[in-house]
């Protein structure tokens, strides 16, 4: 039976450490809590916490830093004398490491127990216990640097797979938008679209997942609007009927009444060629969106998840101020985009605050609650119609700016596309367009790929 403590090794490591810090760098990722005696992993501590910022790690050095929590300097004498080298330290790592995540396994089961028995649902505590056990795979992976020229004996076979589409971005179904991403989106990646309210971003996201869901798998999860809203507006954009009609429908001896009738019979067959699945309840935690999410990508594949939106999210830490809880969300969303293997959008609102400029094109900085947001987006489009201000224009009647202000893998700027207000439907903008004049003398701005 294998043991669960090895004071020993634990010992040889502090020992070795105390007489050549320098060995350091040979512990593999080895932490305090992976000590099975509470002295140990003090001391282990203090001698990460030195080394960290270049201070050598003596007895007296480590005494300092430990005297205060029990630890005696005739303990620490003990544990230098009785090291003969660092020669095995990595070895000793290796066994202390191995150890602990056993350790770990051993308090899964008991974990395990107690979510059994709790009053979650199957899905809330098999979503939790996987989640545990992942934590506990994921913390013994061993992962090494690698170098560039290991890397680059891949790039002709990963051009080539781009080539000829084995390995190809998500196409927004936008040729515009498309261009000025590289081809669409990445899976693994988190995109940002963000707006004032009446800007379209439903309707945006929509566009998209309408373009997308003839050849992906797409997963909407609808905090705002009941599933019924997002049918009748699908229901629309298919037909290319007015979403007026769809709601009050009539009956007239007409051949645009009868042309309108006949555009939503098309409408309801050409749903079936799409891969859509809406989630419509309200203020879902990342714990929820996670489990729905892993199940539609059991039962039908995955490729894209909508968020609707960010701040009607639900199931954060009471303990933490709403930045806080907005920032834990987005984070969690990455993770989930790079988990799964998937990209997701996220529809957030901005602040009210650029109401007050005189250009109302928003940046980076107005999104609400920002925190961490556009740290954790790989992309953030902002969208700006000048219409909703100026009802009166007629130059920029029926068009939509999605400003581009951050592309990790690209540029950013401006791509102009039309708006079908009565059918809440984006589309690409072919005629001509000329930026306004804040934006004509502005090229597209480099993230450094000069």
Avoid at 392 to 414: F, L, P
Wanted: glycine fraction near 6%.
């Amino acid at each position: 039976m294998t043991q669960l403590i090895n004071l020993e090794a634990e010992q040889a490591i502090i020992g070795a450490l105390l007489n050549d810090s320098e060995a350091f760098d040979r512990i593999n990722n080895l932490a305090p809590c992976d000590f099975s005696n509470e002295t140990h992993g003090r001391i282990f501590g203090a001698i990460q916490s030195l080394c960290s910022v270049g201070k050598p790690c003596d007895v007296i050095s480590v005494f300092e830093k430990t005297k205060a929590q029990g630890v005696t300097i005739e303990y620490l004498n003990q544990l230098s004398v009785s090291s003969v080298s660092s020669s095995r330290i990595a070895t000793h790592s290796k066994i202390v490491r191995d150890v602990s995540m056993r350790r770990k396994i051993a308090q899964i089961g008991v974990n395990f127990s107690e979510i059994a028995e709790s009053a979650l649902c199957f899905e809330e505590a098999l979503e939790q216990a996987s989640t545990a056990f992942n934590e506990i795979a994921n913390q013994s992976e061993e992962v090494e640097t690698t170098s560039l020229s290991d890397l680059m004996l891949g790039i002709f076979d990963t051009m080539q797979e781009r080539l000829t589409g084995k390995k190809k971005r998500l196409s927004t179904g936008f040729s515009k938008l498309d261009r000025m991403t590289s081809g669409g989106f990445d899976r693994g990646e988190l995109i940002l679209v963000a707006g004032r309210p009446a800007m379209g971003k439903t309707g945006f996201a929509l566009s998209i997942a309408k373009n997308m869901s003839k050849d992906y798998s797409c997963l909407f999860f609808s905090m705002e609007m009941p599933k019924e809203q997002i049918r009748d507006r699908f229901t629309s954009m298919l037909g290319r009927v007015p979403l007026s009609f769809v709601i009050d429908p009539v009956e007239e001896d007409t051949q645009t009444n009868r042309q309108d009738w006949a555009s939503i019979v098309e409408a309801t067959s050409k749903a079936k060629d799409h891969s859509f699945y809406i989630d419509d309840r309200s203020q879902r935690s990342l714990l929820d969106i996670r489990i729905k999410a892993k199940e539609v990508k059991r039962k039908h594949g995955l490729d894209i998840v909508f968020v609707d939106y960010l701040g009607l999210m639900g199931g954060g830490d009471k303990n933490e101020n709403r930045t806080q809880q907005i920032g834990s969300y987005s984070r969690g969303l990455k993770a989930l985009a790079k988990d799964l293997n998937i990209a997701v959008l996220c529809l957030a609102q901005l602040n009210r605050g650029l109401e007050q400029r005189p250009d109302k094109r928003p940046l980076l900085s107005d999104l609400r609650d920002s925190g961490e947001i556009e740290q954790d987006a790989d992309m953030v489009f902002m969208l700006y119609r000048d219409e909703v201000y100026h009802p009166d224009t007629t130059c920029d009647r029926g068009i939509a700016e999605i400003i581009i202000r951050k592309q990790r893998q690209g540029v950013t700027g401006t791509v102009p596309m039309a708006f079908i207000g009565e059918q809440t439907r984006f589309e690409t903008l072919e005629s001509h367009w000329t930026p306004p004049s804040s934006f004509a003398n502005k090229k597209p701005v480099s993230r450094g790929f000069d």
